[in-house]
């Protein structure tokens, strides 16, 4: 999903306020953002889908609780992501040891990556269909050059030529998107 | 073949990348050179990529709490672009011979192919509608038999007899309001090529209208009610019930059936059907008698899927486009 202006996005915040229902707009818009600022700190799997579905619930939750100070819906959504990393690092390091220091609660100075990366993953969804396959099964579900061939019925020189071609198009709109900049 | 060398040079550096646990360093990448080294960074990171699947189950999970009603009631988008509710899904030994059948004597226009003759996955337009040729040698056939409505009954008729196809009846003109033949294609599905003399058109009556030849079809059309919210459009029965004829619309199509009979026996058919939510219409289905030939699942090509028998031997194939969100 594209960007929003601030007024939609308030527009979309007051709906979802109003009526639960709505929030699948706003799941739908921020979904990436909150991933890749977990996965950008996180780097396993499945603690970051375990922490993605905890800030979205939460968001859900809580929604009618947020109020509009200026700053972007995200920016909230990140706050409860960071609260999140932090209490599962406390939590770990009180398994493991008592000495390791408080974790960092902060939002943290490292958005532009996370954006980035936001950036990609949202790339990947642009990508020629059979391109785009290719990207999340490998990617997204880790699975092997092999297995893929199996699933799209392809072979595996294919397969590895439509990875190959779909990381192209991503490093080019990277590019695009950095020059905009 | 200097590509081919780099696309396998970044295929093992993708491979090395997935195997480890922690991130890669960023100086791994300068190690390879030039335009492969910036592949790989893109690929690094794309390693905390979010599953797809993952990103629908949250997304349902939430919506199992409040948000289901509301997005159900909007949602539009369930079908493949190009597809009715209901797509043949003609499964069959031959599958390669068949297409080229059909491109040859229906006008069969190839949309999609995958495969090859040991396994192969083809789409077609014929007219307004999708067909599915799925099969190869060491597939179980599925043949159906089709309504195939056209302007010329009787040239279409001889193309597909000069084609290749064995005639079952020769063009006549029915008393019930049709000019009718009838042909097997070298697949063993039958094809009822008719013009209707009324020319006024039957809303959801598409060029391919998939055929049915129960055994109890009263019966058939009370579980395609249960399962699936079918509505009677039409039908024809004698007073003691035995149904000439019936069209039945299932979503923005139309199925038919006449009571098996005669030469028109039941055929083991596969139907690939586009329903709004799969989980709840096959659920639905099996409460109606239905039994369950696969559990709702997301396949690889973007649709989630699950399968149901009906007790008249056919299979439905229940999918919802999930599309890109």
Request: proline share 4%.
């Amino acid at each position: 999903m594209s960007r929003v202006t601030e007024s939609e996005e308030r527009a979309l915040i007051e709906a979802a306020q109003n009526d639960p229902g709505r929030f699948a707009e706003l799941y739908e818009l921020n979904f990436h953002r909150v991933y890749a600022y977990i996965a950008c700190r996180i780097h396993d799997r499945s603690e970051t889908q375990d922490l993605a579905a905890h800030v979205f619930q939460q968001a859900l939750a809580n929604i009618g609780k947020f109020k509009w100070r200026g700053a972007p819906f995200i920016t909230w959504l990140y706050r409860i992501a960071a609260n999140a990393i932090a209490d599962q690092a406390r939590k770990k390091s009180r398994e493991l040891t008592e000495t390791e220091g408080a974790a960092d609660t902060s939002v943290a100075s490292d958005l532009e990556q996370v954006e980035r990366r936001a950036r990609l993953f949202r790339a990947v969804e642009a990508l020629p269909e059979d391109q785009r396959k290719v990207i999340i099964l490998r990617f997204g579900e880790e699975k092997s050059i092999r297995e893929i061939a199996s699933d799209l019925n392809r072979s595996e020189g294919a397969i590895k030529q439509l990875q190959f071609r779909g990381l192209e198009n991503l490093r080019a709109r990277l590019r695009e998107e950095a020059e905009l900049k | 073949m200097a590509e081919r060398s780099i696309i396998d040079q970044l295929d093992d550096a993708v491979t090395a990348l997935l195997a480890q646990r922690e991130p890669a360093p960023a100086e791994a990448a300068s190690e390879i050179g030039g335009e492969l080294a910036e592949l790989v960074v893109v690929a690094r990171e794309l390693r905390g990529l979010p599953s797809e699947q993952f990103r629908a189950t949250l997304k349902e999970q939430l919506g199992g709490k409040y948000m289901s009603t509301a997005m159900r009631e909007t949602k539009s988008n369930f079908k493949r672009p190009g597809f009715h509710t209901i797509t043949p899904h003609l499964m069959v030994k031959p599958a390669v011979e068949l297409v080229d059948f059909l491109k040859q004597a229906f006008g069969a226009v190839e949309a999609l192919r995958y495969g090859s003759a040991d396994g192969l996955h083809c789409e077609v337009k014929i007219g307004d509608s999708t067909v599915l040729i799925v099969g190869g040698p060491t597939f179980d056939p599925h043949p159906a038999a089709m309504h195939f409505y056209v302007p010329d009954v009787d040239e279409v008729y001889a193309r597909a007899v000069a084609a290749g196809a064995t005639s079952l009846a020769a063009p006549s003109d029915q008393e019930y309001g049709e000019r009718i033949a009838a042909v097997k294609d070298i697949g063993g599905n039958e094809w009822y090529i008719a013009k209707r003399f009324d020319p006024t058109p039957i809303q959801d009556l598409h060029t391919v209208t998939v055929y049915f030849h129960p055994v109890g079809a009263p019966k058939f059309i009370t579980f395609l009610e249960n399962a699936f919210g079918a509505q009677v459009v039409e039908r024809h029965q004698s007073p003691e019930g035995f149904v000439y004829h019936a069209k039945v619309r299932l979503g923005d199509s139309i199925v038919e059936m006449g009571e098996a009979h005669d030469q028109w026996q039941p055929m083991q058919s596969a139907i690939y059907m586009y329903v709004e939510d799969v989980d709840a219409v096959y659920k639905q289905a099996l409460s109606a008698g239905g039994t369950s030939a696969s559990e709702p699942t997301n396949q690889p090509y973007g649709d989630r899927t699950a399968s149901i028998k009906d007790e008249f031997g056919n299979t439905w194939q229940l999918a919802t486009w999930q599309g890109r969100v």
